[in-house]
């Protein structure tokens, strides 16, 4: 069925570092792929999102390329910033209405 | 653009009690309505997808008997937990896209907080 894997549980950085939070995805769709990032007490908010194989999709300084080949969409960024904070989700819309959800990565980032 | 209104923020109810949540849809059509429970593990887990001019479709595990779902129309959903117990705690969010196209973005509320004593 489909689903999605993230890198697990808690990433832990110093500011000024890169990072890299992993997605890989399982669908017989076309995929079309997005990251939420939800800060403390806050909804999810897109981050990013993108179809296009091989293209990089940036916004607020992370940036993510699909690569259909390895079913793949990891976030990254070059250095990371103590309100990055948060968690990020990656997930992709199904057929029809449905959106699935990978199971979270906590990126803590220390000063 | 495109804004999610989800209310109340935060209700503290007794055990066996009832909470009823409501999400509006602001700068678009929210031709469905798909709600979450975010446990305190952080996952999501649907509870429901509701469509306009469809059934609503639970998820297993949940029931219409226990979290009954309006959508009205394509600006309103509302989502009632009832006779909420402890297992039921966290965080309910209502998230809305318009259409079925992949590219479609979800549109999340800010989330209603579910506290049972």
């Known amino acids: 069925g489909d689903s999605v894997t993230q890198t697990e549980g808690l990433v832990t950085l110093t500011k000024g570092l890169p990072v890299m939070l992993n997605c890989t995805y399982q669908t017989t769709y076309s995929p079309f792929l997005f990251w939420y990032v939800q800060h403390l007490n806050e909804a999810p908010k897109l981050l990013l999102k993108?179809?296009?194989?091989?293209k990089r999709t940036e916004h607020q300084g992370f940036y993510a390329t699909l690569h259909k080949s390895s079913s793949s969409f990891h976030l990254q960024k070059s250095s990371v910033q103590l309100s990055d904070s948060a968690l990020y989700f990656c997930?992709?819309?199904?057929?029809?209405?449905?959106?699935?959800f990978g199971s979270g990565t906590r990126l803590l980032v220390s000063p | 653009g495109a804004l999610v209104y989800q209310y109340p923020r935060r209700t503290i109810c007794k055990s066996g009690t009832s909470m009823r949540m409501e999400c509006q849809a602001v700068g678009f059509q929210a031709t469905s309505v798909a709600w979450y429970r975010q446990s305190p593990q952080k996952t999501f887990e649907l509870i429901a997808l509701?469509?306009?001019?469809?059934?609503?479709?639970?998820e297993q595990n949940f029931t219409q008997e226990k979290f009954p779902i309006s959508h009205p129309n394509l600006s309103f959903s509302s989502m009632t937990v009832l006779n909420a117990y402890l297992e039921d705690r966290g965080l309910y969010l209502c998230?809305?896209?318009?259409?079925?196209?992949?590219?479609?973005?979800?549109?999340f509320g800010e989330g209603s907080r579910l506290i049972v004593v």
């Open positions: 509701s469509t306009v001019n469809s059934a609503i479709k639970y």
């Open positions: 997930a992709f819309p199904t057929g029809g209405y449905k959106v699935v």
């Open positions: 993108s179809s296009t194989d091989n």
């Open positions: 998230g809305a896209r318009n259409g079925t196209t992949s590219g479609n973005t979800l549109y």
